[in-house]
């Protein structure tokens, strides 16, 4: 099976285009090729082996030169973000599904409850044009269904992959020589207004009672886009809550570009991962995802995802905007090891479900339904896990 994947890419840095990596990896154990149309806003030069054409930005044309590169592979990949294509909410896409000249899978990564006229018509026409529709999650799933005019026979449910990242048997949780040390709650992640850091940063002002008051770790860089329009502005505004209340030397701001290993490894070392996000549309969250697969205990605001995936015990949801009720959750797990001990069993549990090997196993599974069978052809190959 040849597949091209359509979307951002590395080096860009979004969650998509670390997606687009690790699903295509995920692919390499059973496809005989995997391609990458990469999206860009401005061309950058970069070019990778697997790199079949850019599709850049103003360039109205380079449609034309995406469905030629398109032409003789066996499927095409999309995925759908309105942020990322050409156009207002990115309505070039629309175009290029139409036209392929070969099935087409469309991961949708955002379905708003709320959408505008253009929204609402980009979504349900990618979607009539699709041969099959992915959703990451069962509530993505049920607006889709809901509150579009889709086909409900063409959706499915994939959910979205992770990097195995567990620590080894018999390690997991607070060893002896830690309980005296300060607990870690990690967030991490690209960093810009609506991630709930401030509300978050008054959460955990509340536990300096905890003897040892437990340190806050914010890792990851301003978002590019938010520099570009702002500069640092965002991140010194949280150093300066972080100060007025008192908590400057508990609570650390990592900005440092940190390889995926490096990053895993900061998410093995912590004790539990909070992801204090504002947005109640949020279906899918890479992040959420990544804690799971490290077998993590997860405190998370109410959005959809979190929702969905924490009911079972491996984590706790909160109301948003509710720095007191993120508090309590943060102390219940902190001060006893029992609920978290069964909190990091069941993320583990639930984590496994979602590492790329089992997720592109089932995109590859989807794929092939969509492809007629070539005679002679072992197709039972087995994916690698990234």
Known sequence: MKVTLLGTYPPTQCGLAT?????????????????????????????????????????????????????????????????????????????????????????????????????????????????????????ARDRLISRYEVDERFVHVIPHGATANFEAAGRAGRSAERTTAPATILTWGLLGPGKGLEYAIEA?????????????????????????ADGERYRRRLIERAAELGVSDRVQFDGTYRALDELRAIVRSADLVLLPYESREQVTSGVLVEALASGKPVVATAFPHAREVLGGGAGLVVAHDDPMAMSAALRSILVDPMLAARMRHESRRVGSQHVWGVVGARYFDLARTLVPATPGVDDGLALTAS
């Open 19 to 139: 997606f687009s990596h690790a699903l295509r990896r995920a692919f390499l154990g059973s496809a005989s090729s995997v391609e990458v149309v990469r999206v860009v806003e401005h061309e950058d030069g970069f070019r990778a082996p697997e790199i079949a054409v850019q599709w850049r930005h103003g360039h109205p044309r380079d449609s034309e030169r995406v469905l030629e590169a398109v032409r003789g592979r066996d499927v095409l990949v999309v995925q759908h973000e309105y942020g990322i294509f050409d156009g207002p909410d990115g309505v070039s896409i629309v175009e290029v599904v139409e036209s392929s000249p070969v099935p087409v899978i469309v991961v949708l990564h955002t379905v708003l409850v709320e959408p505008t006229p253009t929204q609402r018509a980009i979504l349900e026409a990618v979607a009539a044009a699709a041969d099959a529709v992915v959703t990451q999650t069962y509530a």
């Open 204 to 228: 955990v002002a509340m536990l300096g009672d905890l003897d040892p008051a437990p340190r806050y770790l914010v890792a990851g860089e301003t978002h590019p886009k938010v520099v570009a």
